[in-house]
């Protein structure tokens, strides 16, 4: 059977309770227990323990951060629970330190991730248009959403982690059309995950 990992990285606001990334991380988790998958679920809102997510991580076979976007971002709380958990998991549990080693301390930094088996996706929420991105002339000077979130990929990277697809909602707090974000989802898993 394979295992799930779904991480919901929403941090809450007054004015955003989390319920659609709750809801998407729902959506997520009940499509690939149809699918036959296990899974494991952490919360940012709820109490976590930095060695019991480094066991979930190494037991998971696909990860997926399911995330609102904070300031071209991911929300304090998420970052706060990379911190402690993958720092935790960086010595012999998700990675072999940094992949360096004392007779070649230049080179091979970043490849002493051991989760190489383990794939990871991305479920993001923006309260920008799509059409900011991938256009020269707007906002994100033609940068894509996995251009933005660079930093996260490389964080996967590494461990070792094999990327799959990204999806995103947009224009969630001002122009949503959730439903067809729900049909999108639905789409994307059937995608990415049929072929798992």
């Not at 319920?19 to 227990?33: H, P, S, V, W």
């Not at 036959?36 to 930095?50: H, L, P, Q, R, S």
Request: net charge negative; with cysteine; glycine share 8%.
């Amino acid at each position: 059977m394979k295992k799930a990992l779904i991480i919901n990285g929403h941090q809450e606001y007054p004015f955003a309770k989390g319920e659609l990334n709750r809801e998407i991380a729902k959506r997520i988790g009940d499509y690939l227990q149809s699918m036959g998958f296990e899974i494991k679920t952490t919360t940012m809102k709820d109490d976590w323990n930095a060695d019991e997510e480094v066991d979930k991580h190494t037991w998971a076979d696909i990860v997926i951060l399911q995330s609102p976007t904070n300031w071209m971002g991911l929300p304090w709380s998420f970052k706060k629970y990379m911190d402690e958990v993958y720092t935790a998991g960086m010595f012999g549990k998700m990675s072999q330190n940094d992949g360096r080693t004392a007779e070649a301390p230049k080179k091979n930094y970043g490849g002493g991730g051991l989760l190489k088996n383990t794939k990871y996706m991305l479920s993001l929420t923006f309260n920008a248009p799509e059409e900011a991105f991938n256009d020269s002339d707007d906002f994100f000077e033609g940068k894509s959403i996995d251009d933005l979130f660079f930093p996260q990929h490389m964080n996967f990277k590494f461990f070792g982690m094999q990327k799959l697809p990204t999806f995103a909602c947009f224009d969630v707090m001002k122009n949503g059309n959730i439903e067809n974000d729900f049909h999108r989802l639905e789409q994307h898993l059937k995608e990415v995950f049929n072929n798992q």
